[in-house]
């Protein structure tokens, strides 16, 4: 039986493909049509799950859609006339689109596909739900989901067991934890919806002054977590932005202008978002864990991708374990809600050990053989060089040795936002000019934002103060001790952005300024050829430790074809490309040639 899952038209896009419950194929379709945070219908992402399942849409039992559109429209239809008449600008943008097209969901699934057979649509945090527990390794776990808004659900926990899951209790629109961060996210200048991991990366340069602001006068907290926002204060419920003149005022001045200079302020301003996240998130986790008393939790909502909290989680909840679902935010209820109609609908056995999930390593987008490559490139004239499957990995650690940077390549793309050893652009984790030079000549980005290690999972705890895995680069801990090095009197003196000059640790590239590190272990099992490039690395090098970023630049999805990665890495400063067993030099590339066809459709924002 094929199960197909599809998100879309808020943001991210996804389509997953489950084949007798097994997860066959996900993709978001940001990368295929190279739209960055792509909402439309999730065209190309079907057509690849399609693909890889090797099957046409008649062979699909199901389709399931991540959300119920038709309260969702109640919730925006109440919610404007509850604000009227203000709101009425947003209100003539909204609604039209609705009228013509969101609320005939069903239809427009029929037509796009061409599909005339069942059709189910689940709640939004359902969908969540699901995507965190059926695919976890438990057997049974408290459930929690938060995010921006579903329907009307903004936050919900629950539990899982077996083949089934229930929610328990909700926070409810306007009220929600993911709309806090993402009006600090517009505040500080960012783009919601895909700039809040910036105001995260930004939260250790900063001073949490306005924490007490925000947990006294913003919202109205409870002890257990629950809590209620002041609206006074917001405007996303009927305006088009996130905040007013109210809080404007409460924090001294005007949003930030995008791509102006960040100040201290906006550093002071994300580090008290952040902290005060953590503590509303820290309370609901015990909250949950004294409710529903399991030792396992998981975890999913774009609120889960905040790996600065998942790790404190870890460390200082009563839980045993967490597990995160990788593609977190609305991406990964594509794939949840396919799951909830193999499990909760049609209730097929799930059979879980407590130790392995099913996620396949998250590792299961598309993919190309050498052959494909090949092509490729001699049709470019391109040169390149053969390797041998077994040469790769010490021909990579070799050349990341003399500190060269390089675009990775290899196997079936990442399924969410994470670069996971398919996709990523990689480095010296040992080099301390190695962050300032892959933001600034290779992503193009903002010259604080951290980079994360891939390590060893053998390895990690000698490195993190860590005791478990986390594949998924969804949980933040410190660099040990040993590990660290002391800084002067001078270097701890210094301020914001200045704290980014100095080197803290063995591997300073992969060190943030707060000694912490956003990890991803590696495992044989799951990635063996990135685990053999990273173990010969440790063999030859000494560090069990590597720079691990998406393979994109700035403005860009992470790559998803050999076109895709020639293109990003002949526009930036990266030293060599390997797709498959091809290696590809930039000393013996010729100059783009910027009026080719096959260019011209890639242009960066």
């Not at 390149?384 to 040469?391: A, V």
Request: contains cysteine.
């Amino acid at each position: 039986m094929h199960i197909l899952g599809i998100s879309c038209f808020y943001h991210d896009s996804a389509a997953a493909l489950i084949r007798d419950g097994d997860i066959v194929a996900a993709a978001q379709e940001e990368r295929f049509t190279r739209k960055r945070h792509d909402h439309s219908f999730p065209s190309k992402a079907v057509e690849y799950c399609l693909r890889e399942a090797g099957i046409t849409i008649k062979d699909v039992n199901y389709v399931v859609f991540y959300d119920k559109p038709f309260i969702k429209f109640e919730r925006i239809l109440e919610t404007y006339l509850a604000y009227a008449p203000s709101g009425i600008r947003s209100f003539i943008k909204a609604v039209p689109l609705w009228i013509k097209k969101k609320l005939w969901m069903k239809e427009m699934i029929q037509k796009e596909l061409k599909y005339d057979g069942k059709m189910i649509f689940p709640e939004h945090h359902e969908s969540h739900a699901s995507s965190a527990f059926f695919p976890s390794p438990y057997k049974e776990a408290a459930i929690i989901t938060m995010d921006g808004v579903g329907e009307w659900t903004t936050a919900s926990f629950g539990v899982g067991e077996g083949n089934k899951i229930s929610i328990m209790s909700d926070i409810r629109f306007p009220h929600s934890l993911g709309l806090l961060y993402s009006a600090f996210t517009y505040y500080t200048g960012f783009k919601v919806n895909s700039g809040e991991y910036k105001v995260m990366g930004l939260a250790p340069y900063g001073k949490p002054v306005y924490k007490d602001i925000i947990l006294n006068q913003l919202m109205d907290l409870k002890e257990d977590g629950s809590f209620k926002l002041d609206m006074k204060y917001f405007n996303y419920c009927a305006g088009l932005t996130m905040t007013n003149d109210n809080f404007h005022k409460l924090f001294g001045g005007a949003p930030r202008k995008p791509e102006s200079k960040v100040t201290q302020r906006e550093m002071d301003l994300a580090a008290s978002i952040q902290q005060a996240t953590e503590d509303v998130m820290l309370r609901i986790v015990r909250h949950v864990h004294k409710v529903t008393g399991k030792k396992y939790l998981v975890l999913a909502g774009g609120v889960a991708l905040n790996c600065v909290a998942n790790g404190r989680i870890i460390r200082e909840t009563p839980f045993k374990e967490i597990w995160i679902q990788p593609a977190a935010g609305d991406a990964g209820a594509a794939l949840g809600c396919a799951l909830f109609a193999w499990y909760q609908y049609l209730g097929n056995e799930r059979v879980a050990d407590d130790k392995n999930d099913f996620m396949k390593a998250s590792l299961l987008g598309s993919h190309y053989g050498d052959d494909e490559v090949e092509g490729f490139l001699k049709g470019r004239d391109i040169p390149y060089t053969k390797l041998t499957d077994s040469e790769v990995p010490e021909k990579i650690a070799d050349i990341l040795a003399e500190g060269k940077v390089v675009g990775w390549f290899e196997g079936r793309m990442e399924f969410g936002p994470r670069s996971l050893g398919g996709r990523s652009i990689i480095g010296d984790a040992r080099s301390a000019k190695m962050q300032e030079t892959m933001n600034l000549k290779i992503k193009f980005r903002e010259s604080f934002r951290p980079f994360a290690p891939s390590v060893l999972a053998d390895k990690a705890s000698e490195y993190f103060e860590l005791d478990i895995e986390s594949p998924y680069m969804l949980l933040v801990a410190p660099v040990r001790e040993s590990r660290r090095i002391k800084t002067t009197p001078e270097e701890d003196a210094l301020f914001g952005i200045d704290k980014l000059n100095v080197a803290r640790s063995q591997i300073p590239a992969v060190t943030h300024v707060d000694y912490s590190a956003r990890v991803q272990t590696v495992s044989r099992s799951s990635n063996p050829l990135y685990y053999d490039m990273i173990k010969i690395f440790y063999e030859k090098y000494g560090v069990p430790v590597i720079i691990n970023t998406s393979f994109n630049v700035r403005g860009e999805p992470i790559v998803e074809s050999p076109e895709d990665a020639y293109r990003c890495f002949m526009r930036t400063n990266m030293d060599y490309l390997i797709i498959g067993s091809i290696l590809v030099d930039k000393t013996r590339q010729k100059p783009l040639d910027k009026d080719s066809d096959w260019l011209k459709e890639y242009e960066l924002d």
